[in-house]
């Protein structure tokens, strides 16, 4: 059993800058795929940025590219997503996800296939 727990969510104005956390406890072991995903207010879920721990390879939604950055500190067990140039569009409940059953990085649209998933943290981006 793998618990995944966020922080680092919070209110920001547009151009300012978070970093999100996402600490796993529990049994981890071997490669996982893991990933951020966001979900606002009347939207689907979608997918922000995924990484592969195998390989480090990254994959991000168009509307984050340059924007925002996925890394992962093993010995912490910790994935974080490093949020610049933020933007009222970015105001989203964000998740993070892992899941074991995998060999690759995975696109950011397969967010379906994850197991395991956080509580979520709120970011809020005003104009």
């Known amino acids: 059993q793998v618990q995944l727990v966020e922080s680092g969510g919070g209110s920001v104005q547009a151009g300012g800058s978070l970093r999100l956390s996402c600490a796993g406890y529990?049994?981890?072991?071997?490669?996982?795929?893991l990933g951020w995903f966001r979900q606002a207010p009347g939207k689907e879920r979608e997918g922000v940025a995924t990484?592969?721990?195998?390989?480090?390879?990254?994959d991000y939604a168009d509307s984050v590219k340059g924007r925002f950055s996925v890394s992962l500190d093993i010995a912490k067990t910790t994935l974080y997503l490093q949020m610049n140039s933020l933007k009222p569009e970015d105001t989203a409940m964000y998740y993070c996800?892992?899941?074991?059953?995998?060999?690759?990085?995975?696109?950011?649209?397969?967010?379906?296939?994850?197991?395991?998933w956080g509580q979520g943290t709120q970011v809020t981006v005003s104009s």
């Open positions: 990484i592969y721990t195998g390989d480090g390879s990254t």
């Open positions: 529990g049994y981890i072991y071997g490669t996982y795929c």
């Open positions: 996800a892992a899941d074991w059953r995998c060999s690759s990085v995975r696109s950011v649209s397969r967010l379906y296939e994850y197991r395991y």
